[in-house]
């Protein structure tokens, strides 16, 4: 019987653990990211709401990391598929920082080119733009601007549905400023120089 991805994974532990990859990782994780205290418990999986949409759960993908598998763990879609809501941070027992783990996995991904939908990391940068801009995502803005660019057909199809949501008001045509812009400016350029210093 073939292997399930996260028995794979773990046969290759029993093997072959590479701390290496782990230990850069953590390393480049602003602040500290507990990384090392995973226990494989699968609460960050169980409490996920994007984790159907992951090619490996997060748990799949730390011992991914604790394997020294660095394609498959870079090229995996699961950190640009976090919304990075925190629940799983929320519910680990071991206080891992599992979405500051994503971001680092992203800008790595970034940085050696492993990604598989070109768009991923565009898209993520337009959302980064559009928080150091007002302090919160603008969703009208940012599919707009991602789709004129990326997909203008696939913005003609989905125009009927963004209409109804404007309608409803589930959607906002203009973006709103979040009070105390300027606190979150600080934090935000504090923590690009945390990860300028762990580069
Ligand atoms: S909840 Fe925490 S300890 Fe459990 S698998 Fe996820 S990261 Fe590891
Ligand atoms: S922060 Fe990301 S990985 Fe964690 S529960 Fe939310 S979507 Fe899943």
């Known amino acids: 019987m073939s ?37 494989q418990c699968g609460s960050c999986g169980g409490s996920c709401p994007s984790e159907m949409d992951m090619d490996h759960t997060p748990r799949t993908l730390f011992a991914m990391l604790r394997a020294g598998m660095r394609e498959e763990a ?6 640009w ?12 027992p071991q206080n891992v920082h599992i979405t500051d783990v994503m971001y680092t996995l992203k800008g790595m991904a970034i940085r050696e ?8 990391p565009d898209f993520s940068e337009t ?20 789709y004129l660019k990326h997909s203008p057909l696939r913005m003609i199809r989905t125009a009927a549905m963004g209409l109804d949501m404007l ?31 762990h580069e």
């Open 127 to 146: 959302f980064v733009d559009m928080v150091e801009k007002y302090g919160r995502s603008y969703e009208f803005g940012l599919a707009t601007r991602h």
């Open 74 to 79: 870079l090229l995996s879609n699961t950190p």
């Open 81 to 92: 598929i976090c919304v990075s809501c925190y629940h799983c941070v929320v519910r680990c």
């Open 167 to 197: 309608k409803k008001g589930r959607l906002s045509m203009k973006p709103t400023t979040i009070e105390g812009m300027d606190q979150l400016t600080a934090i935000l350029n504090k923590a690009k120089e945390m990860e300028l210093a």
């Open 113 to 120: 080119k492993k990604y598989r939908d070109s768009t991923a």
């Open 3 to 39: 292997k399930t991805p996260v028995e794979h994974v773990h046969a290759r532990l029993d093997h072959d653990e590479d701390l290496s990859l782990l230990n850069e990782v953590s390393m480049k994780t602003a602040g500290v990211s507990r990384l090392e205290m995973c226990i």
